[in-house]
T-cell receptor, first 115, second 114 residues
């Protein structure tokens, strides 16, 4: 079956620090990979995605590269802001079988950024 | 426009009540989803509609009844819920169920069962 493992949080950083949130996966078939962000009291927002190996997704200063050889999709940002404080979810989707079109989420990583 | 709307934003209901949650999208998406999210946990898939037909039911109790009246609307009918059903209920849509298409989420309905 499919599974996603994220680094355990919470993660606490000072403003302008470098952020890495690790994400590794196992998948039956060829997955698409996603990062979603959830701000307090809100639904999930798509942050970025990659659909094939070596693709780099990027948005709002966040980046992640689809690494098939290490089955990873780590999220990075060079300089975080207080407004980046949120919960970040790594997720994957595969074709075929009972997983078709279903998102499999990691457990989420809480990020808190202090001024 | 990449917006999915959900109503109501908050709902408090007793265990004998019947209520409905509503979700709407106008992006022309043909797949729509219901998720349940408990605090500090990832969303759990409940139902998937594809081209207005129920495609996936993740063994959800019958006190939750989904309905897709047309390609833009998705309802979740609630009846005889239990306190443990209190959660954030999220609706999402995607172009279709292909793995390459991202899902767009609504803001959710915060449900409290008393």
């Amino acid at each position: 079956g499919n599974s996603v493992t994220q680094m355990e949080g919470p993660v606490t950083l000072s403003e302008e620090a470098f952020l890495t949130i690790n994400c590794t996966y196992t998948a039956t078939g060829y997955p698409s990979l996603f990062w979603y962000v959830q701000y307090p009291g809100e639904g999930l927002q798509l942050l970025l995605k990659a659909t094939k190996a070596d693709d780099k997704g990027s948005n709002k200063g966040f980046e992640a590269t689809y690494r098939k050889e290490t089955t990873s999709f780590h999220l990075e940002k060079g300089s975080v802001q207080v407004s980046d404080s949120a919960v970040y979810f790594c997720a994957l989707s595969t074709m075929g079988g009972t997983s078709y079109g279903k998102l499999t989420f990691g457990q989420g990583t809480i990020l808190t950024v202090h001024p | 426009d990449t917006e999915v709307t959900q109503t109501p934003k908050h709902l408090v209901m007793g265990m004998t009540n019947k209520k409905s949650l509503k979700c709407e999208q106008h992006m022309g998406h043909r797949a729509m989803y219901w998720y349940k999210q408990k605090a500090k946990k990832p969303p759990e898939l409940m139902f998937v509609y594809s081209y207005e037909k129920l495609s996936i039911n993740e063994s959800v109790p019958s006190r939750f009844s989904p309905e897709c009246p047309n390609s833009s609307l998705l309802n979740l009918h609630l009846h005889a819920l239990q306190p443990e059903d209190s959660a954030l209920y999220l609706c999402a849509s995607s172009q279709d169920r292909d793995r390459t298409y991202e899902q767009y989420f609504g803001p959710g309905t915060r449900l409290t069962v008393t």
